[in-house]
Nanobody
Framework: QVQLVESGGGLVQAGGSLRLSCAASGRSFSINDMGWYRQAPGKQRELVATISDGGRPAVTDSLKGRFTISRDNSKNTSYLQINTLKPDDTAVYYC??????????????????WGQGTLVTVSS
């Protein structure tokens, strides 16, 4: 199967920066689109950014200019760069991926995979 593991979260002062990573691992898989989401206390999970398998990024309008999504396909890893952090950015950040698992040409499975989340806490 496929697993996603986020890393890079932590406590940072307002105005600082963080780079989150999301690494995929498993057997006989390929990753298509990838995304980053976040869930702040008392709020629903919201989309932050997505990136296609070809590297085309898309960031939620309200976050453009501070958030950047990228990926390294050779490492099966996506990244979320967050600059000029604000207290309102405090949330658990989750990555996800659209994965294809093919044990054979005639036995392919398509699934969406989620990481466990990494906590970003921004102090004022």
């Amino acid at each position: 199967q496929v697993q996603l593991v986020e890393s890079g979260g932590g406590l940072v002062q307002a105005g600082g920066s963080l780079r989150l990573s999301c690494a995929a691992s498993g057997r006989s898989f390929s990753i298509n689109d990838m995304g980053w989401y976040r869930q702040a206390p008392g709020k629903q999970r919201e989309l932050v950014a997505t990136i296609s398998d070809g590297g085309r990024p898309a960031v939620t309008d309200s976050l453009k200019g501070r958030f950047t999504i990228s990926r390294d396909n050779s490492k099966n890893t996506s990244y979320l760069q967050i600059n000029t952090l604000k207290p309102d950015d405090t949330a658990v950040y989750y990555c996800n991926a659209d994965a294809t698992i093919c044990y054979s040409v005639e036995s392919c499975r398509h699934l969406e995979v989620w990481g466990q989340g990494t906590l970003v806490t921004v102090s004022s």
